[in-house]
């Protein structure tokens, strides 16, 4: 007679789990933008923490896109002295 095995246990067969994709939430402020101009400080000091570090993608939910017109626009800001640059 076979001995039994520690992993032919007799409890519930446990299936393989399905993986669950979280959808991406996008910012409102950044939905279908095609320009982000940088004139509108107000927008862009959004984005920009008293540190004034430009928030990555993750915490900003900027598609990739958006987040590539948002550092250009901050930065154009930054040189015409709207946004300070520390």
Same mark, same amino acid.
């Given at each position: 007679m076979?001995?039994?095995r520690s992993s032919d246990s007799s409890g519930?067969? +446990?299936g393989k789990r399905r993986f669950y994709? @979280? @959808?991406a939430k996008v910012n409102p402020l950044l939905d279908?933008?095609?320009y982000i101009d940088w004139?509108?400080?107000r927008l862009l000091s959004n984005f920009t923490?008293? *540190?004034s570090k430009?928030?990555? +993608? *993750?915490i900003s939910r900027a598609g990739a896109h958006a987040q590539r017109m948002l550092k250009t626009a901050i930065? +154009?800001?930054r040189y015409m002295a709207l946004l300070p640059y520390s």
């Open positions: 076979p001995q039994k519930p067969k +446990r994709y @979280r @959808r279908k933008v095609d004139k509108d400080f923490p008293e *540190r430009i928030l990555p +993608r *993750r930065k +154009r800001a």
